[in-house]
């Protein structure tokens, strides 16, 4: 009854320290990707509700990458207030020995393991495949009203349009594209608008030149011209990114390079619990070097991982590495733990 | 009370503050590197995906992320000081001193306003360098909307010579270190005519376009001439050219007025620059400014209170403030807003409410 309730207590305590930091990573994280969205559609004036509800699909895939980050300060963060409160010496002095949080540091494990495999598996490459959909139908829809300064805009690989705009009124509309002629051309005012999948260009007072194979010109000066121009839309092959594979399509593919790295991150975020157990719940070490050389044995595989996962390397060369460093990284803390007894 | 003893609170509030700032740069430096470790791996090619690679392009890009996340670290580094000095009972002990929440601030300050300073000065100009050198390392050819266009080795240049005058220029080849251009295209528009010129090859001289083998065609006097010289004059030189390549971003803060005439000349000044440039500049008020609003929030908690609640509201209305700034930033561009309204609008905001929190907790 009485272990129950410390049992509740660490729980809420984990959870609490895990939802903080969780808060504080993602909406950095978060917050930056919306910085990254935001530069990269200046020039299409997407509107500011669009862009945020867009980077609100980035979320689970955010917290797939960050969450063993979150893991090594939260549990540093909760147990370290847990000594500073002495209440780690409270929970210990009832003779229960380290049982109780090793109890709490399994069943969280295993919930975080649930969460995370749901996530990394299956919801956020779903998720992300919605994200790259959506963001690419936003790169490719120009919504001219809203585009308030050109520089040469590339309505498609031949196309260049530059324009002024004024007062909501087009100006100095520039024009090149090709259709087999080199084309210029240029109006002082007119009207731009885009329909089915085609840009209608209605102009006034100005000119076209064209230009054949043999640089012979040939120009024509007009009150009023309309110019329709095809829109090609980029092909919706350009939304595949391995981050958008489920562990299904995995299969399908026999991509095991692709599940190997999912089943590693899991196996990383074990580690980094054991850890943290073994390195300093257990020997109730708590003092400042010791925390960080767990908080930077931990981000080292961390950022490792993720390094050899986005290189050229072989299946059983990745495993390899991984676990000789997470075995590097025991034999050096239990070395230390000596080191430090003597 | 002695100055003397609160010379020392002073101090060691000092102290204290940098102690947190510099942890919280550690950690939030590493972690966004980790995340960029994520968006290198998209961007760099298959050949120098190695590990030395990652290290080295990780090594160039950190400048950049601490000046990124010097807000970040103010909310969270202002954050947990006060409420580390609330759980310490310091808090509480410096008001029976008679500190009021204003004279705690100065100190806080300070060592924010100092960090501000440091980053504008030192590290503003090297993660600019260093930046460049990156984008160089991936060869990346993302053009910014603001600089002259490059795309698929086409230069496009609009040379705004005055409200009537202004050229269309398209180089199809040219070579940057001497500026010889070849296959040049140039519309000419003028308030009575217009005049359209291909050239073979085109020299910038000073403020001359020096252009060979020259067809030239008047639309007023509907007449084609073969020159074999034509001399074009513009209001930009070579060294305008290479600067207006560069992204606006890629400037250091002592070029930005240079950097911004520059851009008028080609048409590609707007809001936005003179917005980022002037948030650059006031970067290190408008941190402390931030710390202030994180000081009203956090310091109103008593010791007792929730720990997390002091946490939560405190950083996530510092890191709301953070987005109303990405927010008007992007109005300013839609709105074509002045940019001097907007970052009026980004300063007072936050100014404003800390005040008041201060004002309230000195009434309570």
Known sequence: MFI??????LFSQISKYFILILFIFLSIAWLLQITRLFTVTNFLHIEVLDILFLSVYLIPNLITVILPFILIFGLLLCFMKLKRDNELIAILSLGFGLKPFKVILLSFCLIIIIFFTLLNFYIAPKIYEIYKIKELEMRNTLDFD??????????????????HKKDKQYEEIFIKYNDGNENIVYAKKGNILSINNQYNFRLTDGFKISIDENEQIETLEFLNYVLKIDHKNVISDEVVDKNTFTIFDDFKTKNYLNISFKILDIILIMFVIFFFYKNNLKEINFNTSNNIYFSISCICILILNQILKNSEITIYSYIFLIFTIILIFLITSNVKKRYEKN | MLKKDMKKINIYLFYLTNKYLIINFL??????IFLNLLELSRVISENDKNILNFIY??????????????????????????????????????????????????????????MGLFFLFIINPLAVFMEAKYDNELDNKDNSLYSIKISDNEMWIKNKVDQQNSSFINIKNINLRNMFASNIIILQTKNDTNNFIMAEKGEFTNNIFVLKKVKYYDFKKEEYKNLDKYNLIINFNKENIVNSISKYKLVPYYNYINHSKTLSKFNLYSSEIGLYYLSEILKPIFTAVLAFVILGFSSKFQRNENFFKVLFISIFIGLLIFLLKEIITKLTISLTLNFLLSYFIIFLVPLLIGLYQIIKIENE
Do not use: H, W
């Open chain 1, 4 to 9: 129950d309730k410390i049992q509740i207590y």
């Open chain 1, 146 to 163: 809203k585009i308030a300064f050109s520089n040469f805009l590339n309505l498609d690989k031949t196309t260049i349009l530059d324009f």
């Open chain 2, 57 to 114: 392009l990780s090594f160039l890009k950190y400048p950049s992320i601490l000046n990124e996340i010097i807000p970040f670290v103010t909310i969270l580094g202002v954050a947990f000081l006060i409420r580390n000095l609330i759980s310490n009972n310091e808090f509480v002990s410096m008001r029976n001193l008679g500190f009021s929440i204003l004279d705690i601030f100065k100190p806080i300050l300070i060592a924010v306003f100092i």
């Open chain 2, 27 to 32: 950690i939030i430096s590493i972690f966004i």
